[in-house]
């Protein structure tokens, strides 16, 4: 029996899809055997219509990760607004500025940095959880742990983690952890809430945070559009925004509802765990090839008359 180049990698591919997916059947989400509800979690919620754009939040939190941080007084250049910025191996966050769509309000200012998701990509495609999901909330990572592989990259919705490619020795993936390791695994806020001068930037448990956003939507309608955006984006996030323009005016993604790992833990883990269904879907390759492989009489004919099978 032969089987040409098309229903070998049809059959193997109906295969494939079909050994990750009996095995996906006993997986159970990672991120649901969290402790407590994802509503007990701690998070920010960004008032974007109160930020004035000072960037103070910028110089805390790189003095708080310990950059070589430049003066306060510096970071009152304004001409960093000129262009989009992202984050970076040496900044966490940054502030971008954009103009109101009817030319006659105030500009509105949107702090950028991880959202800390839910359930994150980064942590599901993370193949050494080098990136891990913190029953508090916080996204943390583990630089001993990483091998460089930079699917969190890939796999963030948010285009978030920064790689350290100027390091050539021991470079890192690098994003906000919430100041979890210096300042709110003991208690504390983060770096940036703390300096902020306008309170626009809150922190707390994410389900008051949800109620304090609705009940400043329903207080001011003439202020805020009726989306927190991060309430369901992505599957939900930690970091919480309101705004008077809508998002995708101020550079926010537009993501599904439905959180990415939902969607890419049926093939990832099915294929992976415990190894036992990559080694049946070898055995069934190895069956296919040998069925595949011509009869030793078709090739001795073959030969005879000149003719060569492909």
């Not at 994802?38 to 109160?50: R, T």
């Not at 939190?61 to 304004?78: H, I, N, R």
């Not at 309000?105 to 999901?133: F, I, M, Q, Y």
Request: charged letters at 20%.
């Amino acid at each position: 029996m032969a089987l040409n180049r098309r229903e070998f990698m049809r059959v193997a591919g109906v295969a494939g899809a079909g050994v990750a997916f009996a095995n996906n059947q006993s997986h159970a989400n990672e991120f649901a055997q969290l402790p407590g509800s994802a509503d007990q979690m701690m998070g920010v919620l960004v008032d974007i219509p109160n930020c004035i754009g000072c960037r103070k939040c910028e110089y805390a939190c790189q003095e708080s990760a310990g950059f070589d941080v430049a003066p306060l007084e510096t970071f009152e250049d304004k001409s960093v607004f000129a262009q989009d910025r992202r984050p970076t191996p040496s900044s966490y966050t940054v502030v971008n500025r954009y103009g109101h769509p009817t030319g006659d309000s105030k500009p509105a200012h949107v702090k950028v940095n991880c959202l800390h998701c839910l359930e994150p990509a980064c942590v599901s495609a993370c193949l050494v959880r080098a990136l891990t999901k913190e029953p508090s909330g916080p996204v943390v990572y583990d630089a001993a742990k990483c091998m460089g592989c930079r699917y969190c990259m890939v796999a963030c919705p948010f285009q978030i983690p920064a790689y350290e490619y100027d390091n050539a020795t021991t470079p890192q993936v690098r994003k906000c952890t919430m100041c979890f390791g210096q300042l709110t695994k003991n208690g504390g806020v983060p770096a940036c809430v703390k300096a902020c001068p306008q309170d626009c930037v809150i922190y707390g448990k994410r389900n008051d945070l949800l109620r304090l956003a609705h009940d400043r939507i329903s207080a001011h309608p003439d202020v805020y559009i009726d989306h927190v955006y991060g309430e369901h984006e992505a599957g939900g996030t930690s970091w919480l925004y309101l705004s008077s323009i809508p998002y995708e005016e101020l550079g926010f993604v537009k993501a599904g509802l439905t959180a990415p790992p939902a969607l890419t833990e049926l093939i990832q883990h099915g294929i992976f765990k415990y190894w036992i269904p990559p080694l049946a879907l070898y055995g069934l390759l190895g069956i296919i090839m040998k069925l595949s492989r011509p009869d030793p009489s078709e090739q001795a004919a073959q030969a005879e008359s000149g003719t060569v099978e492909c």
